[in-house]
Each structure stands twice: as structure tokens, then as C-alpha cells.
């Protein structure tokens, strides 16, 4: 049984923080590379951000970075993206997604709505 569900998003004004997060469920965490994909109404599917666990590095997509943050707690089997001076360009359906070391076994949640207004 392997599952991700989502929370955090909602409804901001442009220039205010939020986080989403999203949890594993079926699995150790530890064993995957997590990440943030993100897709606007559309819109293809966008990389916003990820972690390579086996290494700690972390990588954002431009358009985010020095604004978002990712982390991960394996205690909670839960991994986040804090949105810090959020704009109307960051509002998007937000999924979170995992990946085998293998490369072999992919998981997608279910998708969580952030909509920044002006």
C-alpha cells in the first residue's frame, strides 16, 4: 500500500508565506528522491523543486529560488515546501512526487490548490 496526500494549499494575497505538505504512507520515505512538481491551468506539468536523498542536495527551479524552500522529515515520513513572497505567477495545482533510487517506481499525490491573488 503506497499513498501521498497533500495539504496546506489555500487562498493568499501576493507577498504572504504558506506551506504545503505532503505525507507518505506504505513506505519509508528514506528510500525514495522527493520532489514538487506544480501545473498551472494550461499548462504542463513544472518542476518546482526536489531533494536527492541519497546526497541531501537540493535543487530548485529558477523561478522559485530564494523564495521556496524544501525539507523533509523522515521521523514524520513527511516532506514540505515552504513558500515564502508568493506571487499571482506561483498559483497552480501542486503535487508531490516520489522516485525509487532504481528509477524504476514513481508516486504522484493527489494535488493541492494554491492560488495567490493580487
Known amino acids: 500500500d503506497v499513498q501521498l496526500v497533500e495539504s496546506g494549499g489555500g487562498l493568499v494575497q501576493a507577498g504572504r508565506s504558506l506551506r504545503i505538505s505532503c505525507t507518505a504512507s506504505?513506505?519509508?520515505?528514506?528510500?525514495?528522491?522527493i520532489g514538487w512538481f506544480r501545473q498551472a491551468p494550461g499548462q504542463g506539468r513544472e518542476g518546482v523543486s526536489c531533494i536527492a536523498t541519497e546526497d541531501g542536495a537540493k535543487f530548485y527551479a529558477d523561478s522559485v529560488k530564494g523564495r521556496f524552500t524544501i525539507s523533509s522529515d523522515n521521523f514524520k515520513n513527511t516532506f514540505y515546501l515552504q513558500m515564502n513572497s508568493l506571487k499571482p505567477e506561483d498559483t497552480a495545482v501542486y503535487y508531490c512526487?516520489?522516485?525509487?533510487?532504481?528509477?524504476?517506481?514513481?508516486?504522484w499525490g493527489q494535488g493541492t490548490q494554491v492560488t495567490v491573488s493580487s
Open positions: 512526487k516520489i522516485r525509487d533510487f532504481g528509477g524504476v517506481y514513481e508516486y
Open positions: 506504505g513506505f519509508t520515505l528514506d528510500d525514495y528522491n
